[in-house]
């Protein structure tokens, strides 16, 4: 599993040579996921028939520039209008909406594309470097451990919370309750369906999101009449100085950008952990590092930096158990399996004795699509953020019809864009009784994969709850986690303290 | 503390979101009260801390309204004029829906968008149709054709397999 400096430099120029599947990939890519509903996975199996026809390294080239361009560009309508192109954006849209509302929508832009390709081009080079050590952490964490992880982004609702923490956790209970919908875990018995077969899978998770935030938030841009005379005159003329700032913004935070990335590449190593866990950790995490933490979700950089970096770290991480232990580590990786399997390739262990190429070829490629995605996404800042000059009018149908359709694309009910209706009401009040959608969103995203685990995990233990305290790496977490709850409690009464006369 | 003459404020409309929460939550038990252990065990305790907190929230609103502070009057904060146009809104959406299955995608996605906007005060002719035109028909092109999602299709999107001879 050695590599040497002279394939590595082989197989970068191999990857370069392929620019012509890997720009169309990045264009594809941004394009769909700035629809919420188009996920990489649902575009990459209707372009099946192409790859699948395309030699081993044009295919898997394309489809890594579609996934992490994906990736990438949930962030955008998160930034601009309120509304995650993707369940991994839904934490940036605390603090990047606010910078649009701030007059920062180009910096916010900016930041969110900068913290995208460093996290992801820094984590596809140290998966390069570390590769058959990491491949060992999808062993080692197991469901025990991944209760633990996944309470590290639930704790992000008593974040959210803090400003009313009673509602706060309602709203969050709320959505955990609201994740309990569909057959269970082991007996696979349908609960709380209302008698619809739609929802026996469980709440489907585009049109809540849908719902939650893109169709509440035209709700409330009628009221708050945000139209091009609300927003800051900075904003309707979009101007490189902006840009520049962004990129002075994203210099100043780049160790944010480092260190969350680390964590979204580690959290997608797991298998079955996504980016939304990743995205909504490294948020509640930088808030904790954070010297500054009443800053968060008011227009605070390292609120957009943290969780997009996280997004996009992932992106390696979730390909390290799909190529060294052959466990796909999410939905794209499994069809990216399945082009590999149709091409006569094992993954596994054995694909970097009988196939290094390929094994290693994948991290390359996609160390290269960042690479080529930047002069490419960095204008797109400055036209992108014209956005929010478009008249509420013209704006508000545009946003309903397009996601309602996305509703739709995702699993092809019409159910699904009733049910992105049904949500969009229930944000909408939410919003303006300030109970915090994002509260309900990471109940309803982490509420079933918790439970996943935690039946897992109390089943090997035979229902002995001590289960969860039987592993040193699980054991550690927990302290992590204990400290991550009262470590912010503690500042802020020592602050509160302080400031007493 | 409030003087005897200032108006109470409304806080019935915070109770919306606990009344829907305890309501489903009511609901799940109902349904899940025949199940094995392992199938309701975290809805249970969830649910019931929920009742927890909408419990202390009563209180806190209840111990407002007592002491004359807040009135249980809903509101949320919106004057009529918007009001009428968010539910005409919501009604729009409803109708887009019902209207999907016959009149198919394109269609239906013009005829909101035209209506949509028009509710909201939009009477630039070129700008409406423009809008309600281009957009559908980028949808149909990368959407149905390109992407080949299976979107409700209708007159149009059969009329133009029909003339350019694309499959279902």
């Known amino acids: 599993m050695e590599l040497d400096l002279g394939t590595l430099a082989d197989l970068f120029a191999r990857s370069f040579s392929l620019w012509w599947v890997i720009i169309p990939g990045i264009a594809l890519g941004l394009a769909v996921g700035v629809l919420p509903g188009f996920s990489p996975q649902n575009t990459l199996i209707i372009l099946l028939p192409v790859t699948l026809a395309m030699d081993i390294e044009a295919a898997l080239a394309f489809m890594i520039a579609l996934y992490c361009a994906n990736h990438l560009s949930g962030g955008i309508p998160a930034i601009l209008v309120n509304i995650p192109g993707s369940g991994g954006a839904a ?360 439970e996943r685990y935690l039946l897992r995990a109390l089943r090997i233990g035979q229902g002995d709850i001590m289960v969860l305290f039987s592993s040193p790496i699980a054991n550690v977490l927990w302290g992590l986690l204990v400290i991550s709850v009262v470590y912010p409690l503690w500042r802020e009464r020592r602050l509160a303290r302080a400031a007493a006369p | 503390m409030d003087g005897p003459g200032k108006a109470r404020k409304p806080v019935g409309q915070e109770l919306i979101i606990p009344a829907l929460a305890v309501g489903f939550t009511l609901y799940y038990f109902w349904t899940v009260q025949e199940l094995a252990w392992e199938a309701k065990a975290n809805g249970v305790v969830i649910g019931l801390l929920l009742f927890g907190l909408v419990a202390i929230l009563l209180v806190r609103l209840g111990v407002r309204v007592a002491r004359g502070e807040a009135s249980l009057r809903v509101t949320l904060g919106g004057d009529w004029e918007t009001d009428r146009v968010r539910l005409g809104l919501i009604g729009l959406m409803v109708a887009f829906l019902v209207a999907l299955p016959f009149l198919g995608t394109t269609i239906t996605l013009a005829l909101m968008l035209f209506a949509g906007m028009w509710l909201l005060g939009g009477r630039h002719w070129p700008t409406l149709i423009g809008v309600s035109v281009i957009t559908p028909l980028f949808v149909w092109a990368t959407l149905i054709v390109g992407l080949g999602t299976r979107f409700p299709v209708g007159p149009f999107e059969q009329a133009m397999a029909a003339l350019l001879g694309l499959g279902d």
């Open chain 1, 91 to 450: 934490a940036t849209t605390i603090d990047g909406y606010q910078m649009t509302k701030n007059g920062q929508a180009q910096q916010a832009l900016v930041l969110s594309f900068v913290a995208s390709v460093v996290g992801g081009l820094i984590t596809s080079v140290a998966v390069l470097a570390i590769l058959p050590w990491l491949a060992q952490l999808g062993l080692i964490l197991r469901s025990v451990e991944m209760v633990v992880i996944i309470l590290f982004g639930l704790t992000l609702i008593a974040v959210l919370a803090a400003k009313d923490m009673l509602k706060g956790l309602i709203g969050g209970a709320f959505g955990l309750m609201l994740g309990a919908i569909g057959t269970d875990q082991v007996y696979s018995t349908p609960r709380a369906t209302f008698g619809f077969l739609e929802l026996y899978d469980g709440l489907p998770l585009v049109p809540v999101l849908i719902g939650l935030f893109a169709v509440s938030e035209c709700l409330v841009m009628l009221e708050e009449k945000f139209s091009p005379k609300a927003i800051p005159s900075k904003a309707q003329r979009p101007q490189w100085a902006d840009t520049l700032d962004g990129l002075r913004m994203s210099l100043k935070y780049w160790w944010q950008i480092v260190w969350t990335g680390f964590l979204g590449l580690v959290i997608g190593v797991i298998p079955g952990a996504g980016a939304y866990i990743a995205s909504f950790v490294a948020y509640q995490q930088s808030r904790l590092f954070s010297k500054t933490p009443e800053k968060y979700g008011t227009g605070f950089p390292p609120g957009v930096i943290a969780p997009e970096s996280a997004n996009n770290g992932v992106t390696s991480g979730t390909l390290v158990p799909t190529m060294a232990i052959g466990i796909p580590g999410g939905s794209t990786a499994a069809v990216m399996l399945i082009v590999l399997q149709y091409q006569g390739i094992t993954v596994g262990p054995r694909l970097f004795q009988d196939n290094p190429n390929v094994a290693y070829g994948v991290f390359v490629m996609m160390t290269v699509a960042y690479i080529l995605m930047i002069p490419l996404i960095l204008p797109l800042a400055r036209y992108a953020s014209k956005v929010v000059t478009v008249p509420v009018h013209i704006i508000v149908p545009l946003i309903l019809g397009l996601t309602v359709v996305g509703a739709f694309a995702d699993r092809e009910y019409i159910f699904d864009m009733a049910l992105a209706l049904v949500f969009g009401v229930i944000g909408y009040i939410a919003v303006k009784t300030n109970y915090h959608v994002t509260s309900i969103l990471i109940g309803v995203l982490l509420g079933p994969i918790f």
